[in-house]
């Protein structure tokens, strides 16, 4: 069972910038997609992006395309969501969470584990 353990979340004005981070242990990720997903007070979660095995391959919503961009160090195990230019209805909690294969999806069902979150707040 892989554990992960987002940081990096805070308060931010809009047009700032923050970088999550997913650290996983208990398994190695390397072989496997990694997404980052958002969840606003009464909304459903949402996908942000994901990146494949290798990180040769991203993927992200039309919302964040432009000011977000994952990327990934499977020597240290750890997944990274950079946000710039932010907005403040990229307000929510951010989590990260591990693909069922080497490929994501913006689905979340094909994703096994998930982290607790980490709030990201923008101020306007």
């Known amino acids: 069972q892989v554990q992960l353990v987002e940081s990096g979340g805070g308060l931010v004005q809009a047009g700032g910038s923050l970088r999550l981070s997913c650290a996983a242990s208990g398994r190695t990720i390397s072989t496997y997609a990694m997404g980052w997903f958002r969840q606003a007070p009464g909304k459903e979660r949402e996908f942000v992006a994901h990146v494949s095995w290798s990180g040769g391959s991203t993927y992200y919503a039309d919302s964040v395309k432009g000011r977000f961009t994952i990327s990934r160090d499977n020597a240290k195990n750890t997944v990274f969501l950079q946000m710039n230019s932010l907005k403040p209805d990229d307000t929510a909690v951010y989590y990260c969470?591990?693909?069922?294969?080497?490929?994501?999806?913006?689905?979340?069902?094909?994703?096994?584990?998930w982290g607790q979150g980490t709030q990201v707040t923008v101020s306007s």
């Open positions: 969470a591990v693909a069922r294969g080497p490929y994501g999806s913006s689905a979340p069902t094909d994703f096994g584990s």
